[in-house]
């Protein structure tokens, strides 16, 4: 896509706090109708990074541009672009719903029948219209994290941040957000979203950056990223025993190009797994590990962060 | 501007649903008021009954029945009952239907004009002490007086000690010219009170302001707290228009319920307020101060609870100190003069001032201006400090 569309760019974002390097030196862009993910685990910098790119947190160094608009804890104009849906519930309990959307709306600008006809379409979206004079304290879990999101698309942002919305969401609340973020990007909008789910990412996003101790370590599309590591497959081996014997025996093994241990777990990137698995059950037998569940999978996204952070996505 | 509207009139919503502040700044205050004027002994509103034996009913004993006591009587916190007998009278202040009673014995008006010593009896109970006391010192006045004409009638008569008919009428007429001290004499210190209807509810009122004003900022920690800080300072709305929000919500809060305070003790409890203009200026200066004062505190605070916490330890000490459980008119100097670090004092004393028979509201504007001073101060280093949790959160 050319620069007309673009929607954000970040360069070289940093935050220190005191020795700790929470963000160090993070860039990309997204386009429009782009949904970009930021793919990595707790404590990786993503909900810092976006906390700079929404203008939330002052940054020690680094450009945020939004549509065009420089952005900063005191640059408020480009903050109307942007439609930020935190990672905890931020909606007022003693509020209703239709309330919470109202005040919300008009700290956006919105007013009259504007501000009328995007609560009522929010409400819709969101399946709350026949609950829209009730407290919101009284809502499910399900119910708060779809008006969570609602209030982030009622001004009908140019770029919508989610962060980690997922997290502690029901199985159905979940796939009903995922659906309604590939319905957003479907419109145009562009879409900036963290997770430490690699499905999500998979599912949801056009391109990922792969995101840890505050770095991009990779970014591209799902195909860009797996053809980092070649064609490896991942060997996820469940054992009891001598494991640290285990891990020294299975980097032994020809065609293995990495193995880690996580917990009574071996993280395995081998060519061709399938067929050195009787090698790897063998020398792991022999070296005193009793192995309780094998499971070989295609390389995937959570293949290409072991392989550039050398740990697996949820240690 | 409209997005600090817009926030204040969402908190003024949340805050008016939880009734926190309608008790806080209304109930409470005014509950604590009534009880305090129904229940506590009142200073202004003193009545007692006398009784009067006369057993003289000569001219310098009418002195005292006729002119002396109906001032009493006029001053209105005594009524006067003549008794026909020493022991009825003694049997009637026993009993407590009378404060105290005035003997004049038999034959106090011959003696007095022979310049012989005489007596006034003064009968009193011990349960109503205040009542015996107020008749020993209007007798003392009424004997001071008599003695002083009679003085001076002696002299004129070049030391002839029988005073002729005729000069008694003399001796009364001059006599009723010196006003009895203790019943008519002007104090104007006392004049410039507050009735104690007024000060109950001024005091409550403006010690619960502080509780009240600090519903605003205190929200600031509650959004923190549920995450919506977040959500507001993602919108194209600056820090300071967040902070001066929540000021805004403090300072209405608390202008509100002292407007519905002032009327409802005004019409309910019958509390004298005083010169409009002069009230409303005080009561400005009251919330301006207390929002500033609130805002301090509440930013000095990490959560909601240490915050309310702290708050309420600065709201009563300052009311203490200022004076709103007592008066400080007959405590030491010094704490006369340390009151005057609270805005509590300043606005008792600008309402006194407004109560005085001369009272006007330039005599009100120096307490005006220490109030709106402290919330300035106070309140600039809270805002400051209130925008470094909006942008650090």
Redesign the interface.
Known sequence: MGEMTRVLECRDLRKTYGERKAVDGVGFHIDLGETYGLLGPNGAGKTTTISMICGLLTRDSGHVEVVGEVIDVGEIHAKQWIGYVPQDLAIYPDLTAEENLMFFGRLYGLTGKRLKARTDAVLEVTGLADRRQDKTEEYSGGMKRRLNIGIGLLHEPRLLILDEPTVGVDPQSRNAILDSVEHLSGEGMAVLYTTHYMEEAERLCDRVGIIDQGQVKAEGTRRQLVELIGERDRVRVVVEGNIEAAVVAVRSVEGVQEANRSDRRIDILANDARVILPALLRVMADAGASVKGVDVVEPDLEAVFLHLTGKALRD | M??VF??AA?DL??RI??RSAIIMGIIAPFALASVFSLLLPSSQGFHTDYAVVDLDGGPVSELLTSRVLPGVVEAGFADVTPIADRATAAELVEDGEMGAAFVIPEGFSEAITSGRDATITIIGNVDAALSTQIAEAIATGYAEEINAVSLSVAAALGGFTTVLPATIADISSRAAVFEPSIVVEENEADSKQMSDKTFYSASMAIMFLFFTAQFGILSLLSERR???L??????????WTVVLAKALTGFVLGAVAMLVLILASTFLLGAEWGNPLGVALLTLGGVVSATGVSAMAATMAKTEEQASGWNAILAMSLAILGGTFFSLDRAPEFVSQLSLITPHAWFLRGLDELAAASGTVADALPAVGVMVAIGVVTGGLGLVRARGLV?G?
């Open positions: 409209r997005a817009t926030i969402k919503k949340q649903r939880d549920q995450g919506t977040t959500r507001l300072v993602a919108a194209p709305v600056g820090p942008i959160r």
